[in-house]
């Protein structure tokens, strides 16, 4: 049973700083790239950020160039995603995912594992 697990979520004012950490149990038997989404109320599940298997690919949505950084670990199975500049805008739910292929995708059907989400509120 593969299970992701978020943490670092919470409450922040406007220009502060978070870190959220994702750490995957159980037995994956693929190379897999892993990703962060987030959903607003009323809104659909969008892409983050990515990184592949062997951490030499990265993408980032524009919303969050510059701002946010995506990380992995040398065990591959926890993904870290440090926001900057937080903006009342960044507020949703923070999603990680452990991808069905080795590349970074920005698609969420890619995804074969979903964690079950950390809220993110920034305030004005």
């Known amino acids: 049973q593969v299970q992701l697990v978020e943490s670092g979520g919470g409450l922040v004012q406007a220009g502060g700083s978070l870190r959220l950490s994702c750490a995957a149990s159980?037995?994956?038997?693929?190379?897999?790239?892993m990703g962060w989404f987030r959903q607003a109320p009323g809104k659909e599940r969008k892409f983050v950020a990515g990184?592949?298997?062997?951490?030499?690919?990265?993408e980032y949505t524009d919303d969050v160039k510059g701002r946010f950084t995506i990380s992995r670990d040398g065990a591959r199975n926890t993904v870290r995603l440090q926001m900057n500049s937080l903006k009342p805008e960044d507020t949703a739910v923070y999603f990680c995912?452990?991808?069905?292929?080795?590349?970074?995708?920005?698609?969420?059907?890619?995804?074969?594992?979903w964690g079950q989400g950390t809220q993110v509120t920034v305030s004005s």
């Open positions: 990184i592949s298997w062997n951490v030499n690919s990265i």
């Open positions: 995912a452990a991808g069905a292929t080795p590349d970074v995708s920005r698609l969420s059907y890619n995804y074969a594992y």
């Open positions: 159980g037995r994956i038997t693929w190379p897999y790239s």
